[in-house]
């Protein structure tokens, strides 16, 4: 398959991976003669993670689709309304992720969201998940949301210090949680792999001159009172364990 060949090497050029052929040979000897994780291409072009901790990592809509069917029956979900989101509203994802937000957020915005992650083999995976991705059953009317999510290999603060003022409706962040009390196993591959960074002051500031109606961040319960310079921001509590934070900017 010469295009299956040619996407593995541009995927390893940009990762600085060698490329290695499997042959027979089990993922985790390539892991122990590498000593490094294995990202697998297979097939149809969607990629795996094999991390070192021996978790598997790849594209997934996961809660999404719960999200929506909820969203679709009563009309609200918590992000939407922490958003306060309209069609045709233009949100900036800062932290991508799985994208499951994303996919919530052009689902309702019906216009293109640009979402920033900072870990390069999360974006080549979440990348290639949304292009081929294919919905189905009651997902399928989602369809059009895979293909509105834009992801973007960046930082989110050095990435908004270029963006003029205004020029998004909506910012939001959802760093990964600190010290979360559950052992979630569904995420347990993605937090082997994500970057940590939790929104520091100067992107917030970034973030509030960027966005012409909102920012909104998610965090995990009892998170706000650590930090200071979030307690302007109102609190939207959610199910569970989640609080989304938001101003009016
Ligand atoms: C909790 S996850 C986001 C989940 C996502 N909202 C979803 O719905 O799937 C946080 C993500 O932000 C990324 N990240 C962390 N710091 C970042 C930064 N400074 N710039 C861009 N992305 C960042 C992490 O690598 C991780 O993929």
């Not at 719960?66 to 979900?77: A, D, P, Q, S, W």
């Not at 834009?150 to 959802?174: G, Q």
Request: aromatic letters at 10%.
């Amino acid at each position: 398959m010469p295009e299956a060949l040619s996407e593995v090497k541009e995927v390893a050029r940009r990762l600085g991976a060698p490329v290695v052929k499997r042959g027979h040979r089990t993922i985790s000897s390539i892991q122990k003669e590498y000593k490094r994780p294995v990202l697998l291409v297979k097939n149809d072009l969607n990629l795996v993670l094999y991390t070192l901790q021996g978790q598997k990592l790849f594209f997934h809509p996961g809660l999404f689709k719960i999200r929506l069917l909820n969203y679709l029956r009563g009309g609200k979900e918590s992000l939407i309304e922490a958003m306060d989101l309209k069609k045709g509203e233009r949100v900036l994802d800062c932290n991508l992720g799985l994208a499951q937000d994303a996919l919530m957020a052009a689902f309702v915005s019906k216009v293109p969201v640009l979402g920033l992650e900072k870990e390069p083999v999360i974006y080549e995976i979440v990348k290639r998940g949304l292009e081929r991705f294919k919905p189905k059953g009651k997902l399928k009317v989602a369809e059009f949301a895979f293909k509105l999510v834009k992801p973007k290999l960046a930082d989110n603060l050095l990435f908004l210090k270029e963006l003029p003022s205004n020029s998004f409706d909506v910012v939001y962040f959802s760093p990964m949680f600190i010290k979360p009390k559950w052992r979630d196993g569904v995420m347990m591959p993605f937090r082997e792999v994500a970057v940590k960074d939790f929104v520091s002051e100067e992107t917030l500031k970034e973030a509030e001159r960027v966005a012409k109606k909102r920012v909104v961040i998610k965090v995990n319960k009892g998170v706000k009172e650590l930090f200071p310079y979030l307690s302007n921001y109102s609190s939207l509590k959610s199910s569970g364990r989640v609080e989304y934070l938001f101003k009016d900017t």
